[in-house]
């Protein structure tokens, strides 16, 4: 079993294989976890699609599997595991951070309160808002 | 700290949502009840929406028009220098450092009031271009921090703590100007505030430097 946390999400993947910094997934789990998914243009979401260097096309897919560390950092985006690899944080790039705030739309996230009732921002479109961090420390 | 100021706003297309970055399961419970508040206050334990925001430290706010547009990026929300002047041992402030802190606070407070009373219109929000200026924009050591720094908080919740402290200490490194992430990962001390020597050792680090970043904002003590 992996763990895999994207942005904002966190998905088991039962059949996950590891191979050092590889994490091979079938090509619907990659869907399934990240929205990505290969095609003959490359490794594509939407209408984006980034090329494969060709010749590197068995860096990236093997027997019908993706390795997703792999095509995370060909994207560009920053990835990191656990020592066992049970756990992997699939990041965005700064970049793309960088775009969707200077876009000046508000980002959306959902959070639980403490009673565990989940709040999402866009919900409160409509209102004017003030999001303001805290913290007990 | 808001609860007035929700309370007197909230029946003017307003609300407020406090998002605690903390992540010691339970720890930012007590406080919440304390305060008892009847604005959203979530809880944010991968410090998600600093990541999305460019939060580097508490009370930092975004201004979101009723578009969902940003019309003040992330900034200290009425924060002042003052307690740098702290007596450290009797934790009292001088009186003149108190008086400024507390004007920073009004005069905060005060914009707010006026922004949703006003709108648009209001002197403190941003045009798009303004808005833009005052983005932070993240580095890749910064996107590279928010990654460590989830995959530290997932092994601490998973009970794997020694490495996960490791990963937030590389959070930290690589985004050294997030208080938010050396705070989060440094131990607390009996009053539950990250107030130990090595704090006030990597505040004294920053020398003619702020702790909080400066406010572009009419009448903000600076």
Known sequence: MVT?????ETIEVPAGRVEGDRLWLSEAELENATG????KEGLC?????????PGRERDFV?????????????????????????VWVLGEAAAERASALQSLEAPNFTLPDRSGRMHSLSSYRGKKVMLVSWASW | MWQTLYEELRDRNFTLIAVALDSRDGDALPWIEAANPTYPCLIDREHRVADLYGMVNVPEAVWIDERGRVVRPAEPAGAYEGFRRMDRVKREMPVDAARITAEAKATYVN??????????????????????AHV?????DVARAHVAFRLGQELIRRGQTEEGDRWLRDASQLHPDSWCMWRQRAGVNELGLASQPDFWARVDALGARKYYAPVDMKGMPQ
């Open chain 2, 111 to 132: 914009a707010v009031r006026d922004w949703v009373l006003n709108g648009m219109a209001s002197e403190h929000v941003f045009d798009a271009e303004r808005a833009r």
């Open chain 1, 4 to 8: 895999i946390l994207t942005d904002g």
């Open chain 1, 62 to 86: 093997r027997d019908g599997q993706v390795d997703v560390a792999a095509a995370w950092r060909h994207l560009g985006k920053p990835v990191v595991h656990s020592q066992d690899a049970s």
């Open chain 2, 136 to 140: 932070r924009v993240p580095t890749d």
């Open chain 1, 36 to 39: 990505w998914s290969t095609k």
């Open chain 1, 45 to 53: 979401r939407g209408d984006v699609c980034v090329p494969i260097p």
